[in-house]
């Protein structure tokens, strides 16, 4: 099997790092990018982390990536896994790579008792609907993205309560 999901050990933050900003540049955010490898890495490989990576490899080279944290339902009284990267280099894409990603962490969620898997997409980004779509994930109606960041948040923050 030319495939193998690890999960990401210390060695790898520059791998990581590499793969944020290609997703970024993908998803056309780079100036958003902020993080620096140790950032990433710090938050990654501490004591208790609270922020996992899955690397995925094909036939040993680095291929593609997942970063997912704990959610949790007060409606199911459950966690779940938050996605907040995916992506799979272009070179590998279209041999199972994304899908192996979301099915390993789908296991995981069944393992731990965790019932739900979610995250976001732009949406425009057609070809991730439809391979999100093919995975049988529904693109919620009903839901916005909230946020509140930077220099409005720390306004938020100085109000008085
Ligand atoms: C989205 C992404 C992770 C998919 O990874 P992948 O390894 O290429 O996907 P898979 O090979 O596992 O595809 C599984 C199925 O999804 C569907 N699919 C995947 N890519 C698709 C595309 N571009 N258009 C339509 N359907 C697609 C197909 O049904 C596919 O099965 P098939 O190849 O047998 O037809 C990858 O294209 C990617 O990294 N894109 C750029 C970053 C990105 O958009 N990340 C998600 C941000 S929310």
Not at 5 to 27: C, K, Q, T
Not at 37 to 47: I, K, Q, R, T, W
Not at 50 to 68: L, Q
Request: proline share 4%.
């Amino acid at each position: 099997m030319a495939l193998v999901i690890r999960p990401a050990r210390p060695a790898d933050a520059a791998l990581i790092h590499s793969l944020v900003r290609e997703l970024a540049a993908y998803e056309k955010l780079t100036h958003e990018v902020m993080a620096s490898e140790g950032a990433l890495a710090e938050a990654l490989f501490s004591a208790h982390p609270s922020v996992f990576c899955d690397i995925a490899e094909w036939s040993g080279e680095p291929a593609g990536f997942a970063v997912w944290f704990k959610n949790f339902s007060t409606f199911s009284g459950r966690h779940g896994i938050y996605l907040e990267d995916l992506f799979v280099r272009p070179a590998h894409r279209r041999k199972g790579i994304g899908r192996a990603l979301l099915v390993h962490l789908a296991r995981r969620c069944m393992a731990e008792g965790w019932t739900r898997l979610q995250w976001s997409v732009l949406d425009w980004n057609k070809p991730a609907i439809e391979f999100y779509g093919s995975l049988g994930a529904d693109l919620l109606p009903d839901w916005r993205l909230c946020r509140i960041g930077d220099s409005r948040l720390a306004r938020l923050a100085r109000q008085a309560s």
